[in-house]
């Protein structure tokens, strides 16, 4: 069942939608070659508890942190820890905050320093990939309509979508349904209602979509060891359109 938001839960939503964005800014600015994982961590979880939230991810399902941080080859779910980022690099970051009981999650891929084209290429596609999406978020349309315009957009700059991994329906519950593939042909799924919050987050290949989970059972890893980005955004249908909610 999708269960649909009043305009008084978006309302909350929106401000844990805004602590996300708020500790994601910070993490932004503190990537560069040197720093930790885990100090990156440290910077988010500090940040959404001083903002009256608790971070989401930290112990759900187990999960051992406040964010997910997943370099280079590393699709989604890597552990923060001692490993200092280098130069040339990338890093994604997935964060959610629960504020009075509601969830906001979100995810940005940051380059440290210096990294080839073809890897800025790739982040540049995910994120435009992600707004594309997005635009397809309004009352009447189908839901795959969002992952058609997705996977359209991403294999037109020749990259790929993973499949094994989707976005999700998000409220009470970080993950509600439906779920959101980035993948598909489109006018499939449930009609878009207002009221319908979803998170959106493409995860795009350099190479080929095929990934694997490493040994710790959490880590998502592209198969050929190429890089992949994954961008995420909170998002409500709305009678005036798409509002993203992750946003300050
Ligand atoms: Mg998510």
């Keep these: 069942m999708i269960v649909l938001k009043s305009p008084q839960e978006l309302a909350v939503m929106r401000q844990a ?18 720093v930790t994982t885990a100090e990156l961590d440290a910077l988010a979880e500090d940040s959404i508890r001083r903002s009256g939230a608790t971070p989401a991810f930290k112990g759900y399902h187990g999960f051992p942190a406040s964010i997910c941080a997943s370099v280079d080859d590393q699709v989604v779910h890597g552990f923060p820890g001692p490993r200092r980022l280098r130069e040339g690099e990338i890093v994604a970051i997935d964060l959610g905050a629960v504020y009075r009981g509601y969830v906001g999650d979100g995810a940005v891929t940051v380059p440290v320093g210096e990294v080839p084209g073809e890897v800025l290429r790739l982040l540049e596609a995910t994120r435009e990939a992600l707004a594309e999406g997005i635009t397809r978020a309004v009352a009447g349309n189908h839901l795959s309509d969002i992952s058609h315009a997705v996977q359209e957009y991403v294999e037109s700059r020749g990259f790929s979508v993973v499949r094994d991994f989707v976005g999700h329906g998000i409220g009470q519950k970080m993950h509600e349904e439906p779920q959101i593939p980035n993948f598909g042909p489109p006018g499939r799924g449930p009609l878009l209602k207002e009221g319908m919050t979803l998170a959106i987050e493409p995860m795009v290949n350099l190479g080929g979509y095929e990934v694997f989970i490493e040994p710790n059972g959490w880590t998502v890893r592209t198969r050929d060891g190429k890089p992949s980005a994954h961008f995420e955004e909170t998002v409500a249908v709305t009678a005036a359109g798409p509002q993203i909610l992750t946003a300050e």
């Design 17 to 34: 939608g805004r602590i996300v964005a708020q500790a994601r800014r910070l993490i932004i600015e503190a990537v560069r070659p040197g």
